[in-house]
C-alpha cells in the first residue's frame, strides 16, 4: 500500500502474503482476524477493497478487508503493533466507505483486548454481538417435526440451488449478512474444499415446497453447524430443532460448534436446551457518531 487508497484486487503473491499474516495473527490472538466472507473476497476480484501494508521481501506488516456493505476486518502483524500501521489502515477503510456512501462497521473477532481499545478510543462503540457456541461430544436425541409429512434429503445439486438462494433470503430477511447471500455466494462456498453436499440437508413438504435446510462444515477437524434456515411459513412446527438435531446427529459423536447472534433470544435458548454454552464473543462496533 504505497498510498491510503483501497485496491479491489490483490496479486497471487499478495493472497499469499495475507494468508500468512491471518495464521500469524491467529496464533497469537487466538482468534481469527477474518470471517469466511472477508477469506473469500481475498480471491474475488471486486468482492471487497483491501489495503496491505508490506515490508522487505513483500511479507504482509498489516492489512485491511471492506466489504460491500462497510463490513471492516483486518489485523497487525504482531511484531508491528503500536507503530501506527492499525490507525493508517483503519483510517483508509473508513475513509473508503465514506466515499462508498456505507457505515464502517468493524469485527473484533475475541471481542476483547487491545483491538477493542484501540477502536473504542477511536470514537467506535459496539452495536452487535456474536457468540460463540459448542456443544461437547455426546450423543443426540433427534427431535421430529410437528408436522408428519416433511421429508428430509441431502442436497442434490443445481436443481435444489434456486429454492435454496429463496429460502434463505426469506429466512434471514433482517439478517445484515446471511440474508444477502446470492447464487454465486453460495455456489462459492460451495466451491471450497470443505464442501460435502451430504453435509446440506432440506427439508420440504409433501407437495415438494422447500421449508428449511441445515448446512454441516467439517474443516480443520472441526465441525460446525454452519446455517440453518427455516422458511418463515414452516415456523412453529419444531423444525429448526428437527433440522439442528438432524445437523448434531450427523456428526457422528463429535463436538460441534456454531454461532448465534447474541440478541437472537429464542435461538440462543433453543441451543442451550440442546446443550451448547457460550465459548467466544465476537463485537462489531462502528463509529458513535453513526448511531441513530
Not at 176 to 192: I, N, V
Not at 274 to 287: C, D, E, N, Y
Request: net charge negative.
Amino acid at each position: 500500500m504505497t498510498s491510503d487508497a483501497l485496491v479491489t484486487e490483490l496479486a497471487p503473491a499478495e493472497v499469499d502474503a495475507v494468508r500468512d499474516l491471518l495464521r500469524t495473527a491467529e496464533q497469537a490472538d487466538g482468534d481469527a482476524a477474518l470471517d469466511e466472507a472477508a477469506h473469500l473476497a481475498l480471491t474475488r476480484p471486486g468482492a471487497a477493497r483491501h489495503g496491505l501494508i508490506t515490508g522487505d521481501g513483500g511479507a504482509a506488516l498489516g492489512y485491511v478487508s471492506l466489504l460491500a456493505d462497510g463490513t471492516v476486518q483486518g489485523m497487525v502483524h504482531p511484531d508491528h503493533r503500536r507503530t501506527g500501521l492499525g490507525s493508517r489502515l483503519l483510517t483508509a477503510a473508513t475513509a473508503q466507505a465514506a466515499a462508498d456512501g456505507t457505515t464502517p462497521a468493524v469485527w473484533v473477532h475475541g471481542g476483547s483486548g487491545d483491538s477493542l481499545t484501540f477502536l473504542r478510543s477511536r470514537g467506535f462503540t459496539a452495536v452487535r454481538e456474536l457468540l460463540q457456541m459448542r456443544r461437547e461430544a455426546a450423543p443426540i436425541e433427534v427431535v421430529d417435526p410437528s408436522a408428519a409429512d416433511i421429508a428430509f434429503a441431502p442436497y442434490a445439486g443445481e436443481c435444489d440451488l434456486d429454492d435454496l438462494v429463496a429460502v434463505n433470503a426469506r429466512a434471514f430477511a433482517d439478517h445484515p449478512e446471511q440474508g444477502r447471500l446470492t447464487r454465486e455466494d453460495l455456489q462459492a462456498r460451495m466451491a471450497e474444499p470443505w464442501f460435502r453436499a451430504e453435509d446440506l440437508l432440506l427439508a420440504r413438504s409433501a407437495n415438494g415446497d422447500l421449508l428449511g435446510f441445515s448446512w454441516l462444515k467439517r474443516e480443520d477437524g472441526g465441525v460446525e453447524v454452519y446455517v440453518v434456515g427455516v422458511d418463515p411459513s414452516a415456523q412453529g412446527q419444531k423444525l429448526g430443532a428437527a433440522l439442528t438435531t438432524r445437523g448434531i446427529a450427523a456428526a457422528d459423536g463429535a463436538a460441534v460448534d456454531l454461532f448465534a447472534d447474541g440478541d437472537n433470544a429464542p435461538a440462543v435458548t433453543m441451543y442451550e436446551k440442546l446443550g451448547f454454552a457460550v465459548t467466544g464473543r465476537h463485537l462489531q462496533l462502528i463509529p458513535h457518531s453513526s448511531r441513530s
